[in-house]
């Protein structure tokens, strides 16, 4: 028996390479930007101004990652049950960075249940960072 395997696309391997490159960039540059801007505030505004404005921002920020994680939950499931559907994993529409041994039948349901765990996590997880964010923009100074 012979394995049926999912072939690796090199285009997009380069591509997402070439997105990652790019989001740490852009996050070391919005890092810099961040800090100057709390340098400046720091020196310039009174401590508990600042202070409200870095709690504005954080709380903002972690309100902002939970429904980043939500999202992110969603593709999961969504993902385990196309799996569940098509007995199959990988999708046969997905493009994968390398060769990939494709799962059929029974073989594809320990990645379904580990796919739908992981949901179940990041909604966990996002409710607490929406809870705390949105406690961290409320809570009095």
């Known amino acids: 028996m012979s394995e049926e395997i999912q072939r690796a696309d090199p285009a997009y ?17 919005v890092l810099a930007g961040a800090q ?3 340098q400046a505030h720091a020196i310039v505004g009174s401590p508990r101004d600042a202070a409200l404005q870095i709690r504005q921002w954080i709380g903002i920020t972690a309100t902002l990652c939970g429904f980043c994680l939500l999202a992110l939950a969603g593709h999961a499931w969504w993902l385990s049950s196309r799996a569940q559907r098509d007995a199959r994993w990988p999708l ?6 390398r060769d990939t041994r494709v799962r059929r039948g029974v ?8 796919l739908r765990i992981a949901a179940v996590i990041l909604i966990v997880l996002a409710a607490l960072a929406i809870a705390a964010g949105w406690q961290i923009r409320s809570a009095p100074l």
């Open 13 to 29: 391997r380069r591509r997402t390479l070439l997105l990652l490159v790019v989001a740490v960039v852009l996050a070391l540059a």
């Open 107 to 114: 073989a594809v349901a320990p990645i379904v249940r580990w």
């Open 36 to 38: 100057r801007w709390m």
């Open 92 to 97: 046969a529409s997905a493009r994968v960075m």
